[in-house]
Each structure stands twice: as structure tokens, then as C-alpha cells.
């Protein structure tokens, strides 16, 4: 019963077998590798972007970090929800490898931020010429850390409010995947048809041993961008060992089949959940996270069951609230575990 | 017939064996995996060093530039050799994660700073106050851009006048089972008895597909190091992968054996050039990387072979040079047969 | 009639005067001048602060940021005041300083962070291990941006919570003698007493053409902060001219009187606009700024009169909001006169 | 007898009464006085660049910092001379300012790079790929720290083999006047027309209590310079005092007036050392500054005859080495004092 993260699973024997397959013999480093133009292929045509420029790197926090430091400069507000994971979740890389861009909060429920707060955020900030950080670009999540699914036209109604500011949007997509599933729409609709401009498209949350990819939909920043990669020692000798993961994500939609996977043991704990009268969920469940809060005495239970989770803080009234996420190795007995632990 | 870099090469089959174990199951993420415990263990013993703070990376070059930004403060000159990886190699990485330490450049023959040059460009750096930058650290490779290695008296003849200023004292150890095999020494003679205080101790180019950990021998380092680390997106939620890795490397010696085989096969092809009337060894072969120049002629018998290597500019007087870097995984036939072609 | 700003002011005839006598002759350069050894005595005399390190900089913005930049890591939380000058007016000086800090903002009515609020958000920062920022430093500004005072007894209830994480406490005293002619208290009791370690000393809003001291109580900042403000570009060849202006400031009390007459000046305008019918204060008017709202109308007069202040943006109700401060060279003319255009 | 550096001279009256009589009423802040605007035409003029940007800073090292910023990415190379203040006096403000960039130096006499040099530089620098620092640009000082001047054919010279690379050039003209006096060209020959892109344009070593002015020929760099300059704490409140000064610097020549006396007094000094026996000139004298040895003895009998200067570390051979630098205030009995010390 492993819900701490979706991070704590392994990966799919298909990943490892390309690993296996990628040690043989000898191929170029940095990126030169057979592989990557594979991979390149792939990515361009799943998003239906012929043009994008692709790049592999081992970490989410770092694909974020330098699609924001390649898209604003140093005197840029990066906006972002409340709880975005750049805000809460990266020790301050986006303002790392930025050299210092400021991330402005914008509210909003559910992990969602609002058109009308955003709206109001970009209004309130940059308005005082040079004394104050620039409007720099919009960085969305999804799916966010709430669990939830923005749709295309969400996304939409977001990034034309910070494109009449001419700001690029960057999309957070370590659970890509997941999102897409849950929306059905296309690569392509979830991102550059709704204004997005970068993907961090994940991979190390669905079942890579460590790979993301950062997709630029306007290749003129190509350059710049390997080079701060190289610079943050962030481009592998070896790096043929990240295209064969990516490169075997993608064959043959593996990467849908595993978020389908996570995606409905979420719904399965969430709807469970829902359906205890000693719980509640305190986000919807919309791919593979659950946001809950329970009567007190279920974290004893479910602790003592062996479930692992995390325990947020309790509401005022005393109820106890977790998260609990999903991977593509959750199984329905690990599911139907936990909600037999919580029921008690 | 690769000899382009130590990283063309794949990994051994006890690396990927132990990728395969760590895999099994759920595991904690951010370096709290089981394994790492284990890594520590192994290296503190190794290094005879049982309070040492170790940390995983995946690149030499972050290894490096996190070292050097733990080490020294932004206004810190870093004295390291004119060649030296951290110069030439990294795109600025020291600079940049330091927030913009200055990389002062030693000279020495062979690639190896000498004692004098050092003393004498400590000397005059560092000399004008608040004006110039101050002093910061050394930065010693070993194997050196060269090909050769420092004795443990060469390096403590160096970082005795770093340490004459209160200095500390880093050793980028991307080759670093190279040199110890070459020198026969222990690991503690190489580093802490020679005055080292802080390692990047390296594994890829010797094996792993893209693992490297830093050593602090002064635990007081360690929670700077972590946060540098997460910030700087390359602490892995998937870590396991990591330690998998170097877990493997260090058992049965593992990681000496793949370097002797990858030196005795650079030893094998030094010799063999030296032998030749129409070829010269440009530095003296003291482990696995050779260089050498020969008569006008070589590089296109080579090429036509399929010999892939470094061809360095050509000397004034017409001469071809290259550099070629023999692994673990080199053979006796690569070498030879290279040879044969090079003779032509 | 010009209220836009307190250094829309020039200087008084007291400091071109010694402006003049410093540019006798030849002087040390560098912060080696005579006059810096007298500034250095009075400082620490006025705040009782015997080892106190004491630097002259030439503007508020760069006092704080390399203020901000000494006592906290990269990885900080900055936890300021919303509205505080480091967030909004500095274009992101801190961070660029301070290598990427993260500037967490801290709520409360009338540009005052209430203790609670502190207290809740030191809570919610720096509480998830490596993964997000650490807590860095307090930061508190008196006078306030909404032009209020802090109590030295509200002042030590806010560093009492930053100082139970061991945070070090900076004062933005860009508007240092207006506040303290309004408390009537010692500048000790106003900092070190209170728990502050560190006080961006304004000058120039009060009477200097460009002079702030940076004050650390504790001199192990000393060598570092000379080392980050020479590498900024903020230490003068010709210091003299600086130290001249802080020690004429300093002299007989000048700045204490330039504050009263300031002050006073903006207690008049204050309780001038409470008295009209038409108009209300939307701040307490505690120091030499005030902050109001009127009725429609009240600008056209005001302007066509020739008055200069901030047009704020007006509130949703249509009411017209402004801010007006007050200088040491503001005259009862200029307040009746601007009272009476807006009476009308 | 004040040799050390002109900088230890305070200002001509002019420059005073300007700043008495700026200091007169009310002016807008923050770089909208109106004397500004009378600088910026008058610079355009100047230098016949009626569409440069011009900007005000306070001292050196930052018009520099800045202007290179502005000019090149973190992973450029600066190329300048071994001995540039940039490199050497800087406290490595041009790697804080740019975030890290790489300094690379050229060698040449007399502070001078020469073409060849640069050329060799240039060609080994950027020329792998990812892997190392990439071209940046150019800065060339003028008069150059051994007190020599470049002609603009030899600045056109040097700025062309950067061209050859599309790199910006910048002149760092902190004795700007000096050098101009002793060229006697045009200020748009000796920039502009010589391929330069951006000046620091010093005042504060010629006269001035602390102005540069910064001037970019192509003005698509001036927004970004404006934040960069406000995000540093250098955009002044009461910028007028700035404005002032400068306005009076170039109003009738004064700056001209002021380099030709300092130049004058270089001279006199210069050749009057060289004139002695025991003495020897080390660098030419071009302007003000003279660099000279001396047989032993020359200290002793100087610093007890109350001269002030730089006393170098001594020659191999035991002669002592000095720098003076004679500025707009020394006399021509200060010179012939000093000669007469000297003399013995």
C-alpha cells in the first residue's frame, strides 16, 4: 500500500528491457546518440509539432527550471498557482536558474487559478515601470497539485490573458500523462492549440527510472537552451540511456496505458473514499491523487495496516486530512487494502 | 575501435544486474531509498573517512560545480590548472553555480599544475583587498586532461600552499579509479592524507550509465550540499537508481577492476604508438587516455579503418595529434587493430 | 506643492555646505577618509552600538538588498511585509542579490505584518525538509509603506517569532529619523533593543542628495558585506563625499530635526484632509506621509492648483485614492495651499 | 604631493556650483530631472550618435558591470587584456553582474592587446560546441591600465577580429578624456567608428564627485539597461545631483579642459623621471599615468618628501617600481617636487 508518491514505484519491465538493449555496444555521448532522433520523431509527431525542439533531462524540478529560465529574464514575474510545485516543491530553482525571477501568486480553488485572478494578478504586477519585476510568463500545472485536471479551454482562457501581455506559458506536465487521459483530447490541444509554449513533460512519475522531456514549440530557443542545460551539468555523457527510456514510454502509447492504470486506482481510492460516511474528499479526484480528510483514528488504522501516505496537516475541527497518489504498479488490492484499513 | 571518451562506452553487466534488482517494488524517494545507506557505508569505509557526507549526482560536471559552489564563496578565486576540466569542459558550470566565482588558471606541463606556478599565482591573487577576489579554493583533477596523475606527494605539495592561505582543497576525481590504480595507493592516500577535502569521486566514464558521488571528508558541508543539490533539480525522486549503481561499483572491487582492465588497455596502446618510428606520445600514458601526433597521413588510415577518436589540431610542422581514451570496455583487438591501422 | 515624494526634495544648506569643505584638497579613497572614521564613531554612539559595522552605500535599494544578500543563504524565505519596498519598489533587487531568495509575504492592515500572520507563515515555510525553501530573515520597514509605525514593543513581537526559528532581523529605515521622531524613543530601542540585527539607515529621503548607512550590531559581517558591495559597483572612489553627507546629516541633530519639520508637515496635511467632509484617510497618518480617499473631482482641482502627489488607482466605489508625502522642505503654505485646492 | 590615483582629487568649482545650484527646488526623481535630458543631447552630440542611449551611474566598476551584463549571456567569454580593471580591480563584479560569465584574457605590451593575440584567443575559445563558454564580446580599455592609449585604428584593429564573430565591443573609459586629449580625435572616431558598441564614459577619476555616464549606440539595449540598473540599487532618487554634475563636465569643454591639465602633468612627471639617471620609464607615458623603477633609495627619500603613490613590488634586480597618476589638480610644483625627491 504505497501512496506516498507516484515516485516511489519502479518502472514497467519494458523500460528496463530498452536500458538493457541501450547497453549494447558503444554509441555517441551528449546527446548524439541513435536514440535521441528517435525520440525527436516521436515527440514531434505525438504533438503534432514538426518543428519543436526537444531536450531530455533526469528531473522534473530541473525541466521546469530551465524552460522558465530559458522563457523570462532575471527582472521577470513568473505567475503561477499558490501551490504550484515550483513554488512549493523545488527549493527555489526556478529563482536559481533564472538568476533571480520573482514567481507571483495567483489563487484560485482546487489548485486551479482562476482567468479572473490571474487577470487581476497581471493587472497589479509590472505596472510600475522600472521599479517593479516585469510581467514575465505564466506557468501552469497539470495535472495540478490538487489532483485536478485543468481542461483545453481552461488552459485557453489562461494563457490569452497572459498573451495580451505578449507573455510566453510554460505547462508543468510531470503527470502529463495523466491529464491527458482523464481529458482525452490531444497532446497537441492540451498544449500548443491552448496557447502553451514549453512542456516539461514528465516521465519519472509514470514509470521512468528518471527522464523528462522539455518540449519548446518555437525551436529559436533550441540553443539556449542546451546551453544552460550543459551549464547546470544537466546534459548526461551517456545519454543514450535517457532516450532509450523515452524512446520505449512512447512505443506503442505505453505511456497512455500506465496513466490509464494509475489514473483509475485513483478513481477507484477516491470513489472509495467518497462512499465511507467517515470521509470526504477534500479535492475532486480527477486522475491519480486523492486529497481526503477522515474522521479521527484513521491515520492509527491505516498506519498500523502498513499504508504509506502522506499525513497533512488536521483541519481545526480535528479531522485528519492526507494524500494519497497513485502509480501505474498500484494494483485494486492495494486500493481495496487501504479503504478497508480506513473504513475500520 | 572507440576511443573518443570513456563515456562511448556502455556498462557492465554487474551495473545493469543491480539496476534490475533495485527495481523490484516500492522504495522511498529523494535519497532515502535503502541502498544509499548502504553507498555511505561503503565509501566511508573505503575512504577511511567515517564521517564523510556523501551525495549521489548523475554528472561530473554537476559533482564538480556543486563542490566548488559548497566550497567557496562568489568573490572566491578557484585555482585550478589552465586545461583543467572545470576551464574547458563545463560551459561555465563553476561560475555559474557559484554565482560567479572566478576560475584562476595554473600552468604546469603534462597537465599538472606545478608547486612554484601555484605558490606564485597565489601569490599575486587575492593581494588588493576589497578590489581583486579574494583567495577561494584549489581544484586538483586527477587523472589529470593529460593523461597523467598526480602522486599523493604531488597533490599534498599543492595543497599545502592552499593550505598556507586556509584553503580548501577539491579533487575532481572523474577518473578517480583510474589514477588509484595507476598509483597503487588507498583512497585515503589519494585525498584526505593528501590534503583533499572534498571529492567528486566519478563513476560514469568507468562504467555506470551516469553516476557520480561527492565527498565531503568535513561533515559540516552536508546540508548546504543537499540544498544546492535540490535546487539545482539534481537530487532523484527515483534515487534507488542511483544507489543501485553505486552499490554495485563498490562491491568486489568491481569499480578497480573495470579501471585496470581500461588502463592496461591505454598502457597497451600508449606503448604500442611509442613503438612506432612515425608516431610520438605528446603526454606520458599514466592510465587510460593517450595522446600522441604522427606523420601526416595517420588520421585518414585510421578514419577509413573506423577508428573513432579525438583529432586534436594539427602541430605547426604538419603533424596530426590526437586523443584516444580506452574503458573498461576496450578489448586487446580494438587496440590492436588500431594500431595496425595507424602503422598503415 | 510637490508631495509625490520625499526625494523629490533637494538637500539642505547644511550638507552642500559640507559637501563643499570635503572637496578641499586631496582625501584617501576607497572608504579610507578622514570624514568615514568620524561617521563610523557617531553611529555607534547614537545607536549605543559600540562594535558596531558601519557602511555607506548611495541608495535605499541597494542598503537593503545587500543587507538581505549577508544574512540570508540563497535558499532563504525573506519574510517581509506585501506591500514592503524590497517587494514591490526594488525590481527584484533582493533576489538578484541575494542569488535567488524567495521573498515570502506576511499580511496585516496598514503595511504592518501582525505577529499572527508572521507566525503562521514562518509555520508553513521551510517545513518540508530540502523541498522548499528554507527560513531565511525577517524584514520589517518603519516607517511603513502605508506610512505607519512600528512600536519597538510591536517590532520585538514580530523578530521574538523570527528569532525562535534563529532568524537575523533587518530594518528598512529608509525612513529611520521619521519614525523615530514619531516614537520618541532611542534608535536602540528601536532596533537592537527590539531584536534587529541589522538597519538600512536611510538618508537621502531626509535631506541627503544620495547617502544610506548599512548598519550590522554584529561586526562578524564586516569583510563580507565590504566584499559584495565592491563587487556590486557601490563602494565610491571618492567616499568623502558620501561620509561628509552623513556626518553633517548626524551633527547637532540635523536629522532629527529635518524629521520633525517633515513630519510635522505631514500631520498638518493629514489632519487637514480628516476635517473635510469630502475626504477620509485610509491610513493613520503617523509619520510624514498620507494616504487618502475623496470625492470625485478632488484631482482635477488638485492638479489644475499644480499640486504633485501619487493618483492612485480609485476605489471601486468611485471615491479617487492618493499619496502624499511630506519633507523637510516642505513648507505650511504648501499644506494649506494643497488643502485648500482640494476643498475647493 | 598626491599621486596615488586621480581619483584621490575632489572637484573643480564648477562641478560644485552645478550641484548647488541643481539643488534648487523640486525635481522629478529617478532619472526624469530635467538636467538629464540636456546630458543625453549633449553626449548624442558629442559623440555624433543622435539616437544613442545614455544612462548615469555612479562609479566605474558598474558602468562597466552593466554595459557587459547588457552585452553578453552568462555563458559568454569576455576577452580582455591580462591586466583590464575589469579583470583585476573588479572584485568580479562583471561575473556577478552577468551571472557568471567567463573573463578570457589576451596578452600584449603595455596593457595593449594585440591583434594577433586576440585573434589566437578567439579562435581556441568557443570552439566546442556545448562544452565550453561561448564567444561573448569584447571590452577594451582606453587609456589601459598601464597608462597607454590605443589608437582608433588600433581599437578598429581589434574590435574588427571580434566583429569577424559577431561579438559587441565594449570600451571601458574610465580616463576616456585622457586618452581622448592625447589621440586627439573625435570621441565618435575613437568609438563608433572604430567599431566600438558601448562606453563606460568616465567623470569621476576627470573631476567629478562620482558620475559615468553609460552610452549604447544601438538603443535596443536601453530598457533592458534600465532594469538591469534599478535591479542593482543604482538608479539614484535624486538623480539630478548625477545629471548635474555631468551636464557641467561637458559644458565648454570642461572635461577636456580638465584631461588636458592632467595629461600635461603626466607628461612633465614622465619625462622628468625619464630624464634621470638612475631612474627609467617602464611603460610609455600617454597620458596621465606613469609607470617607472628606480635604483633603491627612490622610496625612502619620495615617502619621507611626503609623496603618496603606489609603491609595485620591486624588480628581480632589486629596483623599486611605482605608479603615479597625476590628475585635473595636480600642480606643476607637485611634479617638480616629486622629480626633486626622487632625484636625491
Known amino acids: 500500500m504505497f501512496f506516498a508518491s507516484d515516485n516511489t514505484s519502479g518502472a514497467p519491465p519494458e523500460i528496463m528491457a530498452a536500458l538493457l538493449n541501450a547497453n549494447e555496444g558503444y554509441d555517441r555521448s551528449y546527446g548524439n546518440d541513435r536514440l535521441m532522433a528517435d525520440v525527436t520523431a516521436r515527440i514531434r509527431h505525438i504533438f503534432e509539432a514538426p518543428e519543436a525542439a526537444i531536450y531530455l533531462v533526469a528531473t522534473g524540478t530541473v525541466a521546469n527550471a530551465l524552460a522558465i529560465a530559458t522563457l523570462t529574464p532575471?527582472?521577470?514575474?513568473?505567475?503561477?498557482?499558490?501551490?504550484?510545485?515550483?513554488?512549493?516543491?523545488?527549493?527555489?530553482?526556478p529563482e536559481f536558474y533564472s538568476a533571480g525571477a520573482k514567481l507571483v501568486l495567483v489563487d484560485g480553488p482546487h489548485g486551479k487559478m482562476t482567468p479572473d485572478a490571474?487577470?487581476?494578478?497581471?493587472?497589479?504586477?509590472g505596472a510600475s515601470g522600472v521599479h517593479g519585476?516585469?510581467?514575465?510568463?505564466?506557468?501552469?500545472?497539470?495535472?495540478?497539485?490538487?489532483?485536478?485536471?485543468?481542461?483545453?479551454?481552461?488552459?485557453?482562457?489562461?494563457?490569452?490573458?497572459?498573451?495580451?501581455?505578449?507573455?510566453?506559458?510554460?505547462l508543468d506536465g510531470a503527470r502529463f500523462a495523466n491529464?491527458?487521459?482523464?481529458?482525452?483530447?490531444?497532446?497537441?490541444?492540451?498544449?500548443?492549440?491552448?496557447?502553451?509554449?514549453?512542456?516539461?513533460?514528465?516521465?519519472?512519475?509514470?514509470?521512468?527510472?528518471?527522464?523528462?522531456?522539455?518540449?519548446?514549440?518555437?525551436?529559436?530557443?533550441?540553443?539556449?537552451?542546451e546551453l544552460r542545460r550543459k551549464r547546470a551539468?544537466?546534459?548526461?555523457?551517456?545519454?543514450?540511456?535517457?532516450?532509450?527510456?523515452?524512446?520505449?514510454?512512447?512505443?506503442?502509447?505505453?505511456?497512455?496505458?500506465?496513466?490509464?492504470?494509475?489514473?483509475?486506482?485513483?478513481?477507484?481510492?477516491?470513489?472509495?473514499?467518497?462512499?465511507?460516511?467517515?470521509?470526504?474528499?477534500?479535492?475532486?479526484?480527477?486522475?491519480?491523487?486523492v486529497f481526503a480528510n477522515w474522521e479521527r483514528g484513521g491515520h492509527a488504522r491505516l498506519q498500523s495496516a502498513g499504508a504509506i501516505y502522506y499525513d497533512l496537516r488536521p483541519q481545526p475541527d480535528g479531522r485528519e486530512t492526507a494524500r494519497m497518489v497513485a502509480s501505474w504498479s498500484t494494483t485494486e488490492a492495494d486500493v481495496d487494502q487501504f479503504l478497508t484499513a480506513l473504513r475500520g
Chains 1, 2, 3, 4 share one sequence.
Open 133 to 170: 519585476v516585469q510581467r514575465g510568463m505564466l506557468s501552469i500545472t497539470n495535472v495540478t497539485e490538487a489532483g485536478t485536471v485543468y481542461t483545453p479551454a481552461e488552459i485557453a482562457s489562461l494563457t490569452k490573458r497572459a498573451k495580451a501581455h505578449n507573455l510566453p506559458c510554460h
Open 118 to 125: 490571474l487577470a487581476q494578478t497581471l493587472a497589479t504586477t
Open 233 to 289: 551539468g544537466h546534459l548526461f555523457s551517456k545519454h543514450r540511456f535517457l532516450s532509450a527510456q523515452m524512446a520505449a514510454y512512447l512505443e506503442n502509447d505505453l505511456w497512455l496505458t500506465l496513466a490509464t492504470r494509475a489514473n483509475a486506482m485513483g478513481q477507484r481510492l477516491g470513489q472509495g473514499i467518497a462512499a465511507l460516511n467517515s470521509a470526504a474528499l477534500t479535492h475532486p479526484t480527477q486522475a491519480n491523487m
Open 179 to 225: 491529464a491527458l487521459v482523464t481529458l482525452g483530447c490531444t497532446p497537441a490541444e492540451m498544449t500548443w492549440k491552448s496557447g502553451i509554449d514549453a512542456v516539461s513533460f514528465g516521465g519519472t512519475k509514470n514509470g521512468l527510472l528518471g527522464v523528462e522531456a522539455v518540449i519548446f514549440f518555437d525551436p529559436a530557443h533550441a540553443w539556449e537552451f
Open 74 to 93: 532575471p527582472w521577470g514575474a513568473v505567475f503561477c498557482h499558490r501551490h504550484a510545485h515550483i513554488e512549493m516543491d523545488e527549493c527555489g530553482a
